[in-house]
Protein backbone atom coordinates (compact mmCIF):
# COMPACT_ATOMS: atom_id res chain seq x y z
CA UNK A 1 0.00 0.00 0.00
CA UNK A 2 2.48 2.07 0.76
CA UNK A 3 3.93 1.80 -3.17
CA UNK A 4 0.92 2.79 -4.70
CA UNK A 5 -1.49 5.40 -4.43
CA UNK A 6 -4.53 3.60 -3.54
CA UNK A 7 -7.41 4.42 -1.38
CA UNK A 8 -7.92 2.84 1.73
CA UNK A 9 -11.87 3.07 1.31
CA UNK A 10 -11.32 1.45 -2.11
CA UNK A 11 -9.48 -1.32 -0.71
CA UNK A 12 -11.87 -2.05 2.12
CA UNK A 13 -14.32 -2.33 -0.45
CA UNK A 14 -12.73 -4.91 -2.36
CA UNK A 15 -12.32 -6.55 0.86
CA UNK A 16 -15.77 -6.20 2.21
CA UNK A 17 -14.36 -4.21 5.73
CA UNK A 18 -15.16 -0.45 6.42
CA UNK A 19 -12.70 1.72 4.65
CA UNK A 20 -12.13 4.25 7.47
CA UNK A 21 -11.40 1.81 9.95
CA UNK A 22 -9.15 0.22 7.73
CA UNK A 23 -7.45 3.80 7.37
CA UNK A 24 -7.24 4.71 10.67
CA UNK A 25 -5.70 0.77 11.36
CA UNK A 26 -3.12 1.07 8.60
CA UNK A 27 -2.25 4.97 10.10
CA UNK A 28 -1.85 3.48 13.62
CA UNK A 29 -0.70 -0.08 13.30
CA UNK A 30 0.28 -0.95 9.57
CA UNK A 31 2.64 1.97 8.66
CA UNK A 32 5.61 3.54 10.10
CA UNK A 33 3.70 6.80 10.53
CA UNK A 34 4.34 7.67 14.16
CA UNK A 35 8.05 6.08 13.92
CA UNK A 36 8.41 8.81 10.62
CA UNK A 37 11.68 10.77 11.44
CA UNK A 38 9.85 13.64 9.29
CA UNK A 39 6.59 13.58 11.04
CA UNK A 40 7.20 16.36 13.91
CA UNK A 41 7.76 19.18 10.93
CA UNK A 42 6.44 17.60 7.35
CA UNK A 43 3.27 19.92 7.52
CA UNK A 44 5.95 23.05 7.54
CA UNK A 45 8.85 21.01 5.65
CA UNK A 46 10.41 17.93 4.37
CA UNK A 47 13.81 17.39 2.97
CA UNK A 48 15.20 14.02 1.01
CA UNK A 49 19.29 14.89 0.61
CA UNK A 50 19.40 11.42 -0.78
CA UNK A 51 17.30 12.04 -3.78
CA UNK A 52 19.63 15.06 -5.05
CA UNK A 53 20.51 15.27 -9.10
CA UNK A 54 22.22 17.16 -11.29
CA UNK A 55 18.96 18.69 -12.90
CA UNK A 56 16.30 19.72 -11.05
CA UNK A 57 13.10 21.43 -11.04
CA UNK A 58 11.31 23.65 -8.59
CA UNK A 59 7.35 24.40 -8.79
CA UNK A 60 4.60 25.21 -6.70
CA UNK A 61 0.90 23.08 -5.80
CA UNK A 62 -2.08 23.96 -3.55
CA UNK A 63 -2.45 20.60 -1.24
CA UNK A 64 -6.05 22.12 0.45
CA UNK A 65 -7.87 24.88 0.77
CA UNK A 66 -5.49 27.04 -1.47
CA UNK A 67 -2.50 26.24 0.76
CA UNK A 68 0.53 26.34 -1.57
CA UNK A 69 3.57 24.46 -1.10
CA UNK A 70 7.20 24.53 -2.62
CA UNK A 71 8.16 21.40 -4.02
CA UNK A 72 11.77 20.87 -5.87
CA UNK A 73 11.94 17.60 -7.62
CA UNK A 74 14.45 15.54 -9.34
CA UNK A 75 14.18 15.31 -12.93
CA UNK A 76 16.00 12.07 -13.28
CA UNK A 77 13.79 10.31 -11.18
CA UNK A 78 11.08 10.74 -13.76
CA UNK A 79 8.11 11.22 -11.39
CA UNK A 80 8.44 8.24 -9.41
CA UNK A 81 10.29 7.19 -6.57
CA UNK A 82 13.26 9.68 -5.50
CA UNK A 83 11.28 12.63 -7.42
CA UNK A 84 10.79 14.72 -4.11
CA UNK A 85 13.98 15.89 -2.98
CA UNK A 86 12.15 18.95 -0.75
CA UNK A 87 8.88 19.93 -0.20
CA UNK A 88 7.74 23.02 2.14
CA UNK A 89 4.69 24.92 3.10
CA UNK A 90 4.72 28.66 1.41
CA UNK A 91 6.13 30.05 -1.22
CA UNK A 92 8.28 32.93 0.49
CA UNK A 93 11.80 33.74 -0.65
CA UNK A 94 13.62 33.21 2.59
CA UNK A 95 10.97 30.11 3.85
CA UNK A 96 12.37 28.35 0.62
CA UNK A 97 15.95 29.00 1.63
CA UNK A 98 16.22 28.06 4.91
CA UNK A 99 15.03 24.50 4.02
CA UNK A 100 16.80 24.07 1.40
CA UNK A 101 20.42 25.02 2.95
CA UNK A 102 19.37 22.17 5.17
CA UNK A 103 20.66 19.95 2.19
CA UNK A 104 24.27 20.05 2.19
CA UNK A 105 26.07 22.32 0.48
CA UNK A 106 28.36 19.84 -1.00
CA UNK A 107 25.50 18.14 -2.46
CA UNK A 108 23.66 21.36 -4.25
CA UNK A 109 27.08 22.39 -5.32
CA UNK A 110 26.93 19.26 -8.20
CA UNK A 111 23.40 20.31 -9.25
CA UNK A 112 24.19 21.96 -12.66
CA UNK A 113 20.39 23.15 -13.69
CA UNK A 114 17.13 24.16 -12.12
CA UNK A 115 14.00 24.81 -14.32
CA UNK A 116 11.30 27.20 -12.84
CA UNK A 117 8.55 29.24 -13.85
CA UNK A 118 8.84 33.23 -13.58
CA UNK A 119 8.20 33.40 -9.60
CA UNK A 120 10.98 35.73 -8.29
CA UNK A 121 10.88 34.01 -4.84
CA UNK A 122 12.01 30.93 -6.45
CA UNK A 123 14.36 32.97 -8.82
CA UNK A 124 15.97 34.40 -5.74
CA UNK A 125 15.89 31.24 -3.83
CA UNK A 126 17.37 29.08 -6.52
CA UNK A 127 20.33 31.45 -6.74
CA UNK A 128 21.26 31.76 -3.69
CA UNK A 129 21.20 27.42 -2.64
CA UNK A 130 22.56 26.59 -5.89
CA UNK A 131 25.25 28.79 -7.01
CA UNK A 132 26.28 26.61 -9.29
CA UNK A 133 23.37 25.64 -11.48
CA UNK A 134 21.94 27.61 -14.63
CA UNK A 135 18.58 28.85 -14.13
CA UNK A 136 16.33 27.91 -16.99
CA UNK A 137 13.04 30.10 -16.85
CA UNK A 138 10.50 27.81 -18.50
CA UNK A 139 9.12 28.28 -22.09
CA UNK A 140 5.65 27.46 -21.62
CA UNK A 141 4.91 29.89 -18.47
CA UNK A 142 6.35 32.44 -21.30
CA UNK A 143 4.35 31.37 -23.79
CA UNK A 144 1.92 31.17 -21.64
CA UNK A 145 1.95 35.00 -20.68
CA UNK A 146 1.75 35.69 -24.02
CA UNK A 147 -1.79 33.51 -24.58
CA UNK A 148 -2.91 35.35 -21.67
CA UNK A 149 -2.27 38.41 -23.19
CA UNK A 150 -3.89 37.75 -26.19
CA UNK A 151 -6.63 36.69 -24.18
CA UNK A 152 -7.55 39.67 -22.72
CA UNK A 153 -7.27 41.84 -25.81
CA UNK A 154 -10.61 39.23 -27.07
CA UNK A 155 -12.03 39.62 -23.53
CA UNK A 156 -11.92 43.31 -24.04
CA UNK A 157 -14.24 43.22 -27.45
CA UNK A 158 -16.40 40.69 -26.05
CA UNK A 159 -17.30 42.80 -22.95
CA UNK A 160 -17.85 45.88 -26.01
CA UNK A 161 -19.78 43.52 -27.74
CA UNK A 162 -22.33 42.84 -24.88
CA UNK A 163 -22.41 46.70 -24.22
CA UNK A 164 -23.28 47.34 -27.69
CA UNK A 165 -25.73 44.21 -27.65
CA UNK A 166 -27.82 45.67 -24.81
CA UNK A 167 -27.42 48.92 -26.30
CA UNK A 168 -29.45 47.92 -29.44
CA UNK A 169 -31.49 45.80 -27.47
CA UNK A 170 -33.02 48.82 -25.02
CA UNK A 171 -33.47 50.92 -28.34
CA UNK A 172 -35.47 48.14 -29.73
CA UNK A 173 -37.70 47.91 -27.21
CA UNK A 174 -38.47 52.13 -26.66
CA UNK A 175 -39.00 51.69 -30.61
CA UNK A 176 -41.32 48.59 -29.90
CA UNK A 177 -39.53 46.63 -31.83
CA UNK A 178 -38.17 42.98 -32.19
CA UNK A 179 -34.77 43.13 -31.80
CA UNK A 180 -32.31 41.05 -34.51
CA UNK A 181 -28.78 40.46 -33.88
CA UNK A 182 -26.49 40.50 -36.69
CA UNK A 183 -25.89 36.94 -37.48
CA UNK A 184 -22.27 36.04 -38.88
CA UNK A 185 -21.58 34.16 -42.15
CA UNK A 186 -21.02 31.37 -39.90
CA UNK A 187 -24.25 31.32 -38.05
CA UNK A 188 -22.68 33.04 -35.00
CA UNK A 189 -23.51 36.26 -33.23
CA UNK A 190 -20.67 38.90 -32.21
CA UNK A 191 -20.93 38.09 -29.14
CA UNK A 192 -20.40 34.44 -29.96
CA UNK A 193 -18.21 34.85 -32.13
CA UNK A 194 -15.68 36.30 -29.58
CA UNK A 195 -16.60 33.51 -26.84
CA UNK A 196 -16.17 30.86 -28.95
CA UNK A 197 -12.96 32.34 -30.65
CA UNK A 198 -11.05 31.82 -27.19
CA UNK A 199 -9.60 28.60 -28.60
CA UNK A 200 -8.35 29.15 -31.28
CA UNK A 201 -5.96 31.78 -30.35
CA UNK A 202 -4.25 29.88 -28.59
CA UNK A 203 -3.37 27.62 -31.03
CA UNK A 204 -1.40 27.77 -34.07
CA UNK A 205 -3.17 28.13 -37.51
CA UNK A 206 -1.93 25.00 -38.67
CA UNK A 207 -3.96 23.06 -36.10
CA UNK A 208 -6.90 24.96 -36.41
CA UNK A 209 -10.12 22.94 -37.27
CA UNK A 210 -12.40 23.99 -40.32
CA UNK A 211 -15.01 25.69 -38.18
CA UNK A 212 -11.92 27.85 -36.48
CA UNK A 213 -10.50 28.39 -39.60
CA UNK A 214 -13.76 29.86 -40.70
CA UNK A 215 -14.49 32.02 -37.55
CA UNK A 216 -11.13 33.29 -37.58
CA UNK A 217 -11.41 34.55 -40.98
CA UNK A 218 -14.52 36.85 -39.73
CA UNK A 219 -13.10 37.53 -36.28
CA UNK A 220 -9.42 39.31 -37.78
CA UNK A 221 -10.92 41.62 -40.38
CA UNK A 222 -12.90 42.78 -37.70
CA UNK A 223 -10.53 42.81 -34.90
CA UNK A 224 -7.13 44.03 -36.58
CA UNK A 225 -5.85 44.92 -33.08
CA UNK A 226 -6.84 41.10 -32.03
CA UNK A 227 -4.87 39.88 -35.21
CA UNK A 228 -1.75 41.70 -34.07
CA UNK A 229 -1.86 40.48 -30.63
CA UNK A 230 -2.48 36.72 -31.94
CA UNK A 231 0.73 37.05 -34.47
CA UNK A 232 2.94 38.67 -31.46
CA UNK A 233 1.96 35.84 -29.47
CA UNK A 234 2.73 32.88 -32.41
CA UNK A 235 5.82 34.64 -33.31
CA UNK A 236 7.31 34.17 -29.85
CA UNK A 237 6.00 30.64 -29.71
CA UNK A 238 8.14 30.72 -32.59
CA UNK A 239 11.26 31.54 -31.01
CA UNK A 240 11.52 28.26 -29.14
CA UNK A 241 10.11 25.68 -31.76
CA UNK A 242 12.55 27.22 -35.01
CA UNK A 243 16.07 28.66 -33.24
CA UNK A 244 18.73 26.09 -32.63
CA UNK A 245 21.00 28.32 -30.45
CA UNK A 246 21.02 31.23 -27.68
CA UNK A 247 22.69 33.46 -30.50
CA UNK A 248 19.57 33.06 -32.99
CA UNK A 249 16.74 33.46 -30.30
CA UNK A 250 18.55 36.46 -28.71
CA UNK A 251 18.26 38.39 -32.24
CA UNK A 252 14.91 36.91 -32.93
CA UNK A 253 13.76 38.27 -29.64
CA UNK A 254 15.35 41.42 -30.68
CA UNK A 255 13.00 41.71 -33.27
CA UNK A 256 10.19 40.58 -31.38
CA UNK A 257 10.71 43.53 -28.80
CA UNK A 258 10.54 45.94 -31.91
CA UNK A 259 7.42 44.28 -33.32
CA UNK A 260 5.96 44.95 -29.72
CA UNK A 261 6.32 48.64 -29.54
CA UNK A 262 4.89 49.05 -32.70
CA UNK A 263 1.54 47.18 -32.23
CA UNK A 264 1.35 49.47 -29.23
CA UNK A 265 -0.49 46.85 -27.09
CA UNK A 266 -0.31 47.55 -23.78
CA UNK A 267 -0.71 43.82 -22.27
CA UNK A 268 2.13 42.74 -25.00
CA UNK A 269 4.18 45.43 -23.37
CA UNK A 270 3.81 44.06 -19.81
CA UNK A 271 4.92 40.46 -21.09
CA UNK A 272 8.17 42.19 -23.10
CA UNK A 273 9.01 43.83 -19.87
CA UNK A 274 8.57 40.42 -18.07
CA UNK A 275 10.72 38.63 -21.10
CA UNK A 276 13.62 41.43 -21.07
CA UNK A 277 13.89 41.13 -17.37
CA UNK A 278 14.48 37.28 -17.36
CA UNK A 279 15.59 36.84 -20.52
CA UNK A 280 19.15 35.61 -19.84
CA UNK A 281 17.59 32.67 -17.76
CA UNK A 282 14.91 32.16 -20.69
CA UNK A 283 17.51 31.70 -23.16
CA UNK A 284 19.04 29.07 -21.07
CA UNK A 285 16.44 26.96 -22.65
CA UNK A 286 18.82 26.56 -25.80
CA UNK A 287 21.58 25.12 -23.65
CA UNK A 288 19.45 21.39 -23.14
CA UNK A 289 16.06 22.78 -24.24
CA UNK A 290 15.26 21.95 -20.64
CA UNK A 291 11.60 22.83 -19.63
CA UNK A 292 9.52 22.18 -16.36
CA UNK A 293 7.17 20.01 -17.97
CA UNK A 294 8.21 17.22 -15.02
CA UNK A 295 7.29 19.56 -12.06
CA UNK A 296 3.77 20.04 -14.11
CA UNK A 297 3.28 16.78 -14.41
CA UNK A 298 4.22 15.44 -10.85
CA UNK A 299 2.15 18.28 -9.56
CA UNK A 300 -1.10 16.15 -11.79
CA UNK A 301 0.02 13.51 -9.76
CA UNK A 302 0.01 14.96 -6.78
CA UNK A 303 -3.97 16.46 -7.87
CA UNK A 304 -4.67 12.60 -8.89
CA UNK A 305 -3.29 11.26 -5.57
CA UNK A 306 -4.90 13.81 -3.60
CA UNK A 307 -8.23 13.22 -5.28
CA UNK A 308 -7.97 8.95 -4.98
CA UNK A 309 -7.64 10.01 -0.52
CA UNK A 310 -10.71 11.70 -1.10
CA UNK A 311 -9.29 15.06 -0.25
CA UNK A 312 -6.72 15.79 2.41
CA UNK A 313 -8.12 15.76 6.41
CA UNK A 314 -4.75 15.05 7.52
CA UNK A 315 -1.67 16.83 5.74
CA UNK A 316 1.13 15.60 8.08
CA UNK A 317 -0.09 11.85 7.24
CA UNK A 318 -1.14 12.71 3.42
CA UNK A 319 2.19 13.79 2.98
CA UNK A 320 4.33 10.68 4.60
CA UNK A 321 1.92 8.97 2.22
CA UNK A 322 3.35 11.13 -0.94
CA UNK A 323 7.12 10.60 0.55
CA UNK A 324 6.42 6.90 0.60
CA UNK A 325 5.73 6.95 -3.07
CA UNK A 326 7.62 9.58 -4.22
CA UNK A 327 10.55 10.38 -1.65
Not at 55 to 60: M, N
Not at 307 to 323: I, K, N, Q
Request: proline residues 3%; charged residues 25%; hydrophobic residues 40%.
Amino acid sequence: MDNKPVSCHLVGEFFGVDGKQLQQQYKDHISEFHSWDQKEHASDWMIFPVNMGTSLSIDETALSNGELYTILTNKAAKGGKGTIVAMLKGTQTEQIITVLEKIPLRKRNKVIEVTMDMAASMVKAVRRCFRNAERVIDRFHVQKLSCDAVQEARIKHRWEALDEENRLIEAAKRNKHPYQPELLPNGDTLKQLLARSRYLLFKHPAKWTPSQKERADILFPRYPQLYKAYELSIRLGNIFTICKSKEQAFKRLAIWYNEVEAAGIDAFKTVARSVQTHYLSILNFFNNRSTNASAESFNAKIKAFRATSRGVRDTTFFLFRLAKIYA
